[in-house]
């Protein structure tokens, strides 16, 4: 055990107490059970979790089941749109695991950034959309693994709402009825950050850089645990379980380092409509309150998170900083373009790290990366694309 | 107490939209009452930038001041970042939510301070609502992100090629973030139907409503979807 | 019916130490279990003095545990829990296990005075770092070191320049489930911030709340003594993160006096954590099967004008087993339910 030190680096609690659960005082519901509850009043279809699954602990103790493979992989609009090696490498890695997956065009965006930044939506709407790509899931065999930090708090809260409200709940079948669809709740919602969580031993056993020498610092999305806090992974071994687990136990997994800081807990400032036109808000906030903060008490060498927009805030804010000398200057990519990297993919074909802002040279070179050679594979590929020598990349190129 | 701007509204008028707020199905699990802890502001990212306090729109809608509420609506619920951090509230209030729900009421009902706040964001709601996908690879434009450093200029300039060499095939697209079937889409405009959503945008923006409807119209005609 | 003149008493702190003494006062004999080792129940193991008057509790408590333990009318059993209860009034047959060895009593009454538990800050809906840091601590943890003589940071064992107090920790919180308010906690806290600006003249110590509750002589007793002769600031707005920036705490909160925002640095933190039922008022409850009321206390009939029967016949309760007391509410308390368990065995001895 003598890498533990290391390892959880920065997470350690400063203290010997020790939280012990009382099951006596367990609040919250549990949600699932009034699911099954409703399947078999034959409200709606419950879909099961797809064995093989892992079983990861929650805020209030409960085990969740994760599942490892045949899951329906629930796009992220941004993710997909603007920060496209972020979907790209949670695919990479199902892919190098050999885990088998699903990536639906049946599936439309939850819809959710809109709503929240427009309110040009509403509740069955919002409820609607969700039960539409449950449903296209669903008929697929396969199980939705939501890869937006949002779409999964969204629809966190769509379910609930589901759950308590009858009249809603009639409402939206109806709609799904009239589309010609089943309609089902899945036994879990599920992001895909604890998928990574579910593999992280599986991550490190395959891991080809050593990353030991880097230090990253964790942004949790706001969306992942603020929304419906009971469901979200919480690690006693991390923080004391006091603080949601997610990222941080796959990127120790993988030997980096975590730092702590102390806006760990702040928003990224998105704010939504805020990203889009509002902008002085999201690059002052994502600036101010999370990268300075950052720099100034963790020094890391890169930004790692699980949400789109997080990922979107924080890399784009520092350009307009660095311009007027401010302390930034971090590259900024999910955990799973993180982990992909470890593991060896190419961070132009697989990590896409050319549609991310802030320099990430220095953090690739110090993992071991020949960013010039690199980049001149992609070139070439780029050239064979641009001669029609070839239509597409593909995933053969890439494994 | 709320300040002379809207002295022009009738406090009827300011009722009607009080009184539609509080009548969504969500507004009671999302009020309780509040005695003012102000934990909600602690952790507010939007009360750190802006003149903007969760806890007095929470309060307001609580001690039910029509006149306060009226002016929030116009004033103040815009600047929300919806990050949801202020539902950590012990009274288990959700401020974030109060204002959802005040936000959809303003957006049905065209208020003008609405209607400013949302103008540079009309392209973006069409968007969604046509396609299914927010965000496009080719909204990545210099001019529409000046302050995102010359990379977005880059993504531009190559985007056809550079969205090639993406090795998932639901990717190789440029104005849809990924490859969404037609009748996917054509189901989407069903929920918009039938759900009211589209004539909200009529409130907002006619044009774009008329833009729309057409194009959903002659979609669900042609998929033969019922959407009533 | 010689048994009918036994009172059995669950639970020796103030409640239970003061209905054991008027029990035999009334001429009846009482036996005063007592689950651990010692007497005086939570006030006596970990508090350093009691709140308002700021006397030290053994010395302020001795008459009382003196009053049982060398009284003949008194049976005091310590070590000793509740196993079975059988029968009803007048004729009780209750087990007791005392380091393993089981007996039967029976008794004509029983009184109940449990207690409460600290809140364990691990299950706060705020992120205060208790798990996290050492500096956190809680009113149990600052009057351990009272007892000591000393204030200091757990983490260096240096003496704190800035002290913060954080009131209402697992009280008044509908999503714990504790939506009551645990009565003593202000109290307490500006009581210690006494006792911190005395060892630490030159310390500043902040107390952040969202309501000061100082019922009726606590007011000028120890909120504006705090206030006026020991300069403590009382800031109105309550915290929501505590965590960790260089070798100080940061505390983020709202002043809602002023409405901002503020972020503060303290050298230790101190959580006034609520009361909660003890696990014996729970067990308790199973056991003399005694209705649980919404906030998870023993039930009481009467309201305000009966505050210590319960639906049983035969059972009373004194204390915070019923819900957040002050001392002065545990012993009245205590000596009322032994008023009531004597009455109602005197008045079943005449239907005999």
Redesign the interface.
Known sequence: MDSLDVRVNGTKVETSRKFERDPETVRDEDLREAIWELGREGEWIVQPVPEPYYLAPTKYGRLKKIPLEHTWHHKSCGQCGHIPGYSTSIFWLNRVLGYDYFDPRDQTSCTAWNYYASATSNQAAQAAVAMRNFSAAYETGYFPLIHCGTSFGHYKEVRHELVHDAKLRRQVRNIIEKLGRPFVMPEEIVHYSEWMYAVREELATRRQLDVSGITATVHPACHYYKLQTGDAIYDPEIYGGQRTAAVTGVVQALGANVADYSTWYDCCGFGFRHILVQRDFTRSFATLRKIEVMKQEANPDVVLTHDTGCVTSLDKSQFAAQAHGRNVGVPVMSESQFAALALGAHPFRVTQLHWHSVDYRLLLEKMGIDVDKAWSEFQSDVDKVKQGEMEYLTWEHVL | MPSDRYTDVALEEKQRLFNEVKA???YE?YL?GC?????C??????????DF?P??ITQTLAREDVELFYEQLNDDV?NC?????C??????NSPGGLI?IM??V??KNGLRTTKE??A??TR??YK??TT??????D??QEDA?P???P??K??SE?LD????????????TTGL?????E???H??Y???K????LD??GE?DEGLHDIMEEIMDDALEESG???E | MANADTILIVGAGPAGLEAARTVAELGKKAILVEAKADLGGTPYASYATLTPDLKETEASMKHMLDAVQQNPAVDVRVNTRIVKSEGALGAFRVSLSQESKETVEEVGAIVVATGFQHFDPGRETQMYGYYEYDDVITLVDAEKMFKEGKVVRPSTQEPPEKVAFIQCVGSRDRQIGNKYCSKVCCGIASKQSIEIKRMLPNSKVFIFYIDMRMYGFWEDQIYWKAQEEYKVNYIRGIVTEIIKKGDKLLVKGEDTTMGRPMEVLMDLVILSVGMEPSKGTIEMSRIFQIPREEHGFLQVVGGPLDTVSTPVAGIFVAGAAAGPKDIEDSVSMGAAAAAKAVGVLNRSALHV
């Open positions: 969504d199905a969500r699990s309780y005695y003012e802890c102000g934990i502001v602690a952790a507010c990212p939007s009360a750190r930038f802006y306090s806890r007095k815009w970042s919806q990050c949801f951090s539902n950590r509230c012990p009274r288990q959802t936000r959809e303003a957006v706040a949302l540079g964001y973006i709601i969604i609502m299914g996908t927010q965000v496009s690879p909204m990545l992100f302050d995102w450093g990379q977005v880059a993504v190559n090629v550079w969205r090639r060499v993406l090795p998932p095939e639901t990717l190789h973030s990924w490859q969404v079937e009748r996917t889409m189901e989407l069903a929920i918009w039938m759900t009211g959503c909200m945008i907002l979807l019922v959407a």
